[in-house]
């Protein structure tokens, strides 16, 4: 019985280096000469300290555009509030890998609203996706690209 997986998975090799990258051209830009501004990557995240707010905003669009550059897709960010300690400013941006279970929820109620004759099933942090033709597997692909979720899916571990 032919069956995929749905996951949401992120290349952390890439994202260290689309951090280097950020870091890199936060050093040779003129408007960050002689400021204290930084990335730091903390285990699955990467923290921004900079002395403004502006600073910070101008960090995440250079980190946002070094992710796309290294086709990490930017909805992988989840970012905080900055918090203040001491003449600095602190910002997380947490690396969110993995199908929340809510989010699985949602999208096995999804593929069971459209009536294809396949079945989901949660596993952990994946779906999985099963059925008796090829072709209803990969309406279920097309329609999951087409709805609205806020992580990147992949799919992964087509079986015949």
Do not use: C, W
């Not at 086709?71 to 992988?76: A, F, Q, T």
Request: proline fraction near 2%; avoid cysteine; charged fraction near 30%.
């Amino acid at each position: 019985m032919p069956s995929f997986d749905v996951v949401s998975e992120v290349d952390f090799q890439e994202v260290d280096n689309a951090v280097d990258q950020a870091k890199r051209e936060l050093s040779t830009r003129y408007d960050f000469r002689g400021v204290t501004a930084e990335y730091t990557r903390l285990g699955d995240d990467v923290q921004l300290t900079a002395q403004a707010d502006i600073q910070l905003d101008q960090m995440l669009d250079i980190l946002r555009s070094k992710f796309i550059r290294r086709r990490v897709d930017p909805k992988v960010m989840e970012i905080t509030d900055p918090v203040a300690r001491g003449k600095l400013l602190h910002q997380t941006v947490i690396i969110r890998q993995g199908i929340e279970s809510l989010l699985a929820k949602k999208m096995v109620k999804m593929i069971k609203d459209q009536r294809l004759k396949v079945q989901a099933a949660i596993q952990g942090e994946q779906v999985r996706i099963t059925g008796k033709k090829r072709d209803d597997l990969q309406a279920v692909i097309s329609f999951l690209k087409e709805a609205e979720l806020d992580v990147p899916l992949q799919y992964q571990n087509f079986r015949d």
